[in-house]
């Protein structure tokens, strides 16, 4: 009921290319869900988070689809850059209760030049 | 969003020895996590720190092998205790918004010989 599954493990792109990372989760009480950048030696940086009442939500050049039948959602970047090359990750929580993040295992994205 | 430090951002260890993790926020916060990410892998949370109670464990991570203290809405110390090489891991804080956002220290990198 708490996992989140993630996937492509990992994922290679052109530049400009739109990578795109898909999770799913089971636990129908999570209604908070955030991406995470990381960079190796570095903590991970919130990127982007989606609520469920909406269907999809864009900054810059990252959008988050989110389909709450299928209990998925998906990270979209556009125009992707190599200084995007990372370990993203999907998580889910939820407002009220235990408010912990729960993590999908992470996808390693290399954008080549 | 959160400013947060970590002391030591790394270290290495003998193995028997504990390692007492500092966490740091630029402001008051209500709740504060402490996650560990193992080596190549996602992030895992190990416990909720309770300001002027006693933290909450996850499954798997007991009050014996990693004490912790809150002693205020801005600080929070994670020791790791009687180290043994499979305690190598990065050590993370975050830090829960009211807005749902939780946002990450750098990490302390932990070596255990």
């Known amino acids: 009921q708490q996992q989140v599954k993630q996937s492509p493990q990992s994922l290679i792109v052109q530049k400009g290319g739109i990578p795109i990372i898909n999770c799913a989760y089971e636990?129908?009480?999570?209604?908070?869900f955030p991406w995470y950048q990381q960079f190796p030696g570095k903590g991970p940086a919130l990127l982007i988070a989606i609520r469920p009442d909406v269907s999809e939500k864009k900054e810059g050049r990252f959008t988050i689809s989110f389909n709450k039948s299928a209990k998925q959602f998906s990270l979209h970047i556009m125009d992707s850059q190599p200084g995007d090359s990372a370990t993203y990750f999907c998580a889910a929580s939820m407002d009220t209760g235990r408010r912990a993040l729960t993590f999908g295992s992470g996808t390693r994205l290399q954008v080549q030049p | 969003s959160a400013v947060i430090s970590q002391k030591p951002s790394r270290d290495i260890c003998q193995r028997g020895t504990s390692l007492t993790i500092q966490c740091q926020v630029d402001?008051?916060?209500?709740?504060m996590f402490w996650y560990r990410q193992q080596p190549g892998q996602s992030l895992t949370l190990i416990a909720t720190a309770n300001q002027g109670s006693e933290a909450t464990y996850e499954s798997g991570f007991v009050i014996d092998k990693f004490p912790i203290s809150r002693p205020n809405l801005t600080f929070s110390t994670l020791t790791v205790s009687n180290m043994s090489p499979e305690d190598s891991s990065i050590y993370l804080c975050?830090?829960?918004?009211?807005?749902?956002?939780?946002?990450f220290g750098p990490g302390t990198r932990l070596l255990v010989l």
């Open positions: 636990n129908t009480a999570f209604d908070y």
């Open positions: 975050s830090v829960h918004r009211g807005s749902g956002a939780q946002y």
């Open positions: 402001s008051q916060v209500t709740m």
